[in-house]
């Protein structure tokens, strides 16, 4: 049985003692694996936990004894010094151990929990290097700029320091933002000014329940979030252009200013709602492309009944429809993660909670958009919230992607990128290259034919032949590269690629080429995997469904069957 936040603090020499003896048994701390700025980049969702150092004076202020129950030599020796209740083991692979106080009829116990993510930050780490082993290792900014959607959650128990990271976090995404941009648009277009390549619009939104404001303009009211007519979730929200990372920086800081706060018996600015800054990026240089996303979610802080009981009924609202949110967020992307791990259909019930509505381009399986997620779970450090501790950790640990077996390769299919080789793929990639060139090509025929007309010459009829695509298209696709592989590259990388690999013709005709082609591949690569599931769906066998006895009108007519003639002639 658990032991309450109230008896640990009764009883806090006791449990000091017990983990004293298990930490003098343990090994020391493994420490990072990969250098700083590499690590998890082939994951589409990487899962952190991150414990903060306790602060001065807050064991004494959110901790309170229960004084009948203590000894005479307790009371005066009773000291207000904080015990840990987290025990970061290794840093990668992640690995915490709660350690959480119970009682039994013989006396108190201490259990140790083992919880295991990708990464594990100890109270000693700064939220620079959160940063650079979370959103520089898995490539967050380049997803985004490439026209991919990145997101960034922060969860954990009220008070654990899911804010703090946050606003670090999103400092340090205002420092580097246009510096990635930059380094982007010289690989992309080195003839184009760094104001004319990408544009970034900015939306912050503050989710209460199932109500929505604006962080950004307070005077809009309520903002209603559904799906349009075509299925996309964009809230009528202010875009604020930013075009520097002061302005970026003093944008998110003004927004965070009108964020709801209250106190709580455990945090005096507690954040009762969630906060979802986007950053929207463009390329102005590729119309056609998708937008670039990067979300990034205070999530309002979990709660157990213990931290509430005190709470009015408003607040009890609050912290419920907050749960409930939660929960269906964990769905959603425990759903995502199984549906990388293996094929066939997994439903994703992104439609089933406002806030899981607004990471729609995250969790929609029929987005073309490439994406990656970055989990953070927060924790306290005191051993008094162990037991909420465990709920946080248990809650983000089922995150983990288990990577996909090996499989032989599948069948040619004609329809399925998935299946060709290099061969194949280089023929459809002369095809589709052909038909634009070969389109461009009559257009400029029909002018020249206007010309001459107006001119009293005679017209040039022959018929078009496309001799030369202006791509080397071995360096487009080398030995050994699939469809599969294009596939897997961003927008503005398959672009890249066919730049590097023109031979003649205009730079703007090969980059709306290679925008139009790489998105025909998306299409029949996602159409390709929409049928694979409609088989899989087809294919399982109906609900056997054990009824007891038949429905009364088919008893009546077996037991008169003129009753049933007299029915159907009525």
Not at 36 to 43: C, D, T, Y
Not at 89 to 104: D, I, N, T, W, Y
Not at 390 to 418: M, V, W
């Amino acid at each position: 049985m658990a032991a309450s936040a109230t008896e640990v603090t009764t009883h806090l020499s006791t449990f000091r003692g017990l983990l004293k003896e298990w930490s003098d048994a343990q090994p020391p701390m493994k420490g990072f694996a990969s250098p700083l700025g590499q690590g998890h980049a082939e994951k589409n969702i990487v899962v952190a936990f991150r414990t903060r150092p306790p602060l001065d004076g807050e064991a004494e202020t959110k901790f309170h004894a229960l004084e009948d129950q203590q000894d005479e030599d307790e009371k005066e020796e009773h000291d207000t010094q904080p015990c840990l209740g987290i025990t970061p083991m290794s840093a990668e692979p992640g690995l915490f151990v709660a350690h959480v106080p119970g009682k039994k009829w013989n006396g108190y116990t201490l259990t140790h929990k083992e919880y295991r993510a990708d990464l594990a930050f100890g109270p000693d780490i700064d939220t620079e290097e959160v940063y650079q082993r979370c959103v520089v290792a898995n490539n967050i900014l380049p997803l985004v700029l490439s026209g991919g959607v990145g997101c960034i959650l922060a969860y954990g128990q009220t008070s654990s320091g899911k804010t703090f990271t946050m606003e670090g976090i999103e400092a340090c995404i205002s420092r580097d933002l246009f510096n990635a941009a930059r380094s982007v648009g010289q690989r992309l277009a080195p003839d184009v000014g760094d104001d004319d390549l990408f544009e970034f619009r900015i939306t912050f939104l503050e989710l209460l329940g199932k109500h929505a404001t604006d962080l950004v303009d307070q005077d809009k009211g309520e903002v209603a979030i559904h799906e349009d007519t075509v299925g996309n979730v964009r809230p009528r929200l202010t875009y604020t252009p930013v075009h520097t990372s002061e302005e970026l920086q003093t944008l998110i800081m003004s927004a965070l200013s009108h964020r709801r706060v209250v106190a709580t018996d455990r945090n005096a600015t507690s954040s009762r709602s969630h906060a979802v800054l986007t950053i929207h990026v463009k390329n102005k240089t590729l119309p056609y492309a998708e937008e670039g996303q990067l979300v990034l979610v205070d999530l309002a802080g979990s709660e157990r009944y213990e931290d509430s009981k005190g709470h009015d009924k408003q607040r009890m609202k609050e912290s419920r429809e907050n749960n409930e949110s939660l929960m269906n967020l964990k769905e959603c992307v425990r759903a995502k993660a199984k549906m990388a791990a293996e094929d066939g259909f997994v439903h994703i019930p992104w439609r089933s909670n406002k806030l899981t509505m607004l990471l729609k381009p995250l969790f929609d399986i029929e987005s073309r958009q490439p994406s990656s997620a970055v989990i953070i779970a927060h924790v306290s450090p005191h051993i008094q919230d162990s037991v909420h501790s465990t709920n946080t950790l248990s809650y983000a640990a089922p995150f983990l992607t288990i990577p996909p077996k090996p499989r032989g390769p599948a069948p040619y299919d004609a329809k399925d990128p998935r299946t060709w080789d290099t061969a194949r793929t280089r023929e459809w990639l002369r095809r589709e290259f052909g038909k634009h060139v070969k389109k461009r090509m009559v257009v400029e025929k029909k002018v020249k034919a206007k010309h001459a007309r107006l001119a009293g010459k005679a017209a040039d009829t022959r018929e078009v032949q496309v001799d030369d695509l202006g791509l080397d298209l071995e360096k487009v696709c080398p030995d050994g590269y699939t469809a599969k592989n294009l596939g897997a590259l961003y927008t503005t990388q398959f672009v890249e690629r066919c730049i590097a690999a023109r031979t003649s013709g205009k730079l703007e005709h090969v980059k709306q080429m290679s925008v139009e082609v790489i998105g025909q591949l998306f299409y029949l690569v996602m159409t390709a995997k929409t049928r694979s599931r409609n088989a899989v769906m087809k294919s399982r066998k109906p609900l056997a469904v054990e009824t007891y006895g038949d429905a009364p009108s088919v008893a009546l007519a077996e037991e008169d069957p003129d009753l049933n003639t007299d029915s159907q002639e009525a």
